[in-house]
């Protein structure tokens, strides 16, 4: 993760049109990773009918509505008006990272700016979300995950949750590879052991996959639910991994 001396002002840019308000408590939660979220704006035609649950949820989370009427069918104010508040945030230079809400590929050459300064963008969208926006964030969350692992946190975990998420993450054969070649590219001692940290880190570069899109809370309980891996808690309460086969 981050450093939080070196990001302390958050901005969350939340597409309404297209992103439910039930994930804004567990997305707020993540973005805590950066810093402080100071900046929360909502934009979309709130006089719809269909953005009538933003009302509460705005006032709950202290979020200012930036309100977009549909000036012509088929146009999206709503996207020009975010991408130019966060090139506008930008170019002030009081923003250290960005949260964006959106299922919406249109946001892609936004993302690509802002990583071009060395902004820290964390999107958040559906599962459905284009890839191309995906992979352009420092890291992508499903927000329909995140909401269920927030709940799941909230009551006891049972045994059958933990075991179906080991299978699900197991059975994604692209994402194994890409563990396990952060896990080769890890400095390790001569025993094989790496610093979790690190491997993370390495799988983050190459990709913007979060584990909790996987039903797990940090890095560590995913290797802990992998019978080819074994984790370990040294000296200094840092956590070290090993390949077992």
Same mark, same amino acid.
């Given at each position: ?11 969350? *840019?939340?597409? &309404? ?6 994930? !804004?408590?567990?997305?707020?939660? +993540? ?16 006089? #719809?009918?269909?953005? &009538?649950?933003?009302?509460? !949820?705005?006032?709950?989370?202290? !979020? ?22 966060? !090139? ?25 700016? @802002? ?5 820290? +963008? ?5 599962? #459905? ?9 420092? =890291? ?5 995950? *995140?909401?269920?692992?927030?709940? &799941? ?30 896990? #080769?590219?890890? #400095? =390790? ?16 570069? =190459? ?11 940090? @890095? ?26």
């Amino acid at each position: 993760m981050e450093n939080n001396e070196n990001l302390k002002n958050i901005a969350l *840019l939340i597409d &309404a049109d297209n992103i439910t308000p039930t994930a !804004i408590d567990p997305v707020l939660t +993540v973005m805590a990773e950066l810093g402080q979220v100071n900046i929360r704006r909502a934009y979309g035609n709130f006089a #719809k009918q269909g953005l &009538a649950k933003w009302d509460t !949820i705005t006032n709950r989370y202290g !979020i200012r509505p930036q309100q977009q009427f549909d000036v012509s069918k088929g146009k999206n104010a709503t996207d020009m008006a975010m991408t130019i508040d966060a !090139i506008d945030l930008l170019y002030q230079g009081k923003v250290d990272g960005f949260g964006i809400m959106s299922s919406d590929s249109d946001f892609t050459p936004l993302v690509t700016r @802002l990583r071009q300064d060395g902004i820290v +963008v964390y999107g958040f969208g559906s599962a #459905k979300t284009p890839q191309a926006f995906k992979s352009v964030c420092t =890291r992508f969350i499903d927000v329909d995950q *995140l909401i269920k692992t927030s709940q &799941a946190q909230e009551a006891a975990p049972t045994a059958t949750s933990q075991n179906d998420a080991a299978q699900n993450l197991a059975a994604d054969t692209e994402l194994m590879e890409l563990i396990g070649a952060a896990y #080769k590219e890890a #400095k =390790r001692d001569e025993e094989g052991w790496a610093r979790v940290q690190q491997v993370g880190q390495i799988a983050g570069n =190459r990709s913007s996959f979060d584990v909790r899109n996987y039903g797990f809370s940090s @890095l560590s309980s995913m290797f802990r639910s992998l019978p080819n891996f074994k984790v370990e808690r040294r000296e200094g309460a840092e956590l070290w991994v090993k390949r077992l086969r």
